[in-house]
């Protein structure tokens, strides 16, 4: 039997989400041309907010994904997961790091690190972070983590790798 939470209704708005974000990049781009003072610095300084507030846009998505998750699994007299297990659950990792372990660190990163300063703390977000090399010694961590997806996972899209996690926890449960 199937369950009504198994289709996503979150992937469409987070999709807007990911447009419009990404069209910023390309306002970047046609700003440095017309303003050349706004150089490669600049860029990555709003690059890093942009790819913030998509990552942030995408761990809300991922926090839905779970609740919808244990629901399914409860109709199927299944165990809930806990959330950094379901994070956990996604194939494509390095160091054993999940890339959505990544993504969701890479939110935590761009909600706390000016709390941190250049002294990041030893907790879960940082490890994972430094799981792909990202440390406090990366001048732009959120655009690393954008770099790491996009070329080093292969997802041009975030929301076709969480919507790939998603699908694959959904498939757990049957």
Same mark, same amino acid.
């Given at each position: 039997?199937h369950?009504?939470?198994?289709?996503d209704?979150?992937? !469409? $708005?987070?999709? #807007?989400?990911e =447009?419009v974000?990404r069209?910023g990049?390309?306002?970047?781009?046609?700003?440095n041309?017309?303003?050349?003072?706004?150089?490669?610095?600049?860029?990555?300084?709003? !690059?890093?907010a942009?790819?913030? /507030?998509l990552?942030? /846009? @995408?761990?809300?998505? @991922?926090v !839905? @994904?779970?609740?919808?998750?244990?629901?399914?699994?409860?109709?199927?007299e299944?165990k809930?997961?806990?959330?950094? #297990? +379901?994070y956990r659950?996604?194939?494509?990792?390095s160091? !054993?790091v &999940? +890339?959505? %372990?990544?993504l969701? +660190?890479?939110?935590n @990163?761009?909600?706390?690190? =000016?709390?941190?300063?250049?002294n990041?703390?030893n907790?879960?977000?940082?490890r994972?972070?430094? /799981?792909? &090399?990202?440390?406090?010694?990366? %001048?732009? $961590?959120?655009?690393?983590v954008?770099?790491?997806? =996009?070329?080093e996972?292969g997802?041009?899209?975030?929301?076709d790798?969480?919507?790939?996690?998603? %699908? /694959?926890?959904? =498939?757990?449960?049957?």
């Amino acid at each position: 039997m199937h369950h009504i939470l198994e289709a996503d209704y979150g992937i !469409g $708005p987070l999709n #807007d989400v990911e =447009d419009v974000i990404r069209s910023g990049f390309d306002k970047l781009f046609e700003r440095n041309k017309v303003q050349p003072w706004f150089d490669g610095l600049w860029m990555n300084e709003y !690059g890093e907010a942009l790819v913030g /507030a998509l990552l942030v /846009a @995408c761990q809300a998505y @991922c926090v !839905g @994904c779970v609740s919808d998750i244990n629901e399914i699994r409860k109709h199927n007299e299944l165990k809930p997961l806990g959330k950094i #297990d +379901a994070y956990r659950a996604h194939g494509v990792s390095s160091n !054993g790091v &999940s +890339a959505i %372990e990544l993504l969701n +660190a890479g939110a935590n @990163c761009f909600k706390h690190r =000016d709390e941190w300063g250049s002294n990041w703390p030893n907790n879960l977000t940082t490890r994972t972070l430094k /799981a792909y &090399s990202i440390s406090a010694e990366v %001048e732009f $961590p959120l655009n690393a983590v954008l770099d790491i997806i =996009d070329r080093e996972l292969g997802y041009s899209r975030f929301c076709d790798l969480v919507s790939e996690w998603r %699908e /694959a926890l959904i =498939d757990g449960t049957k």
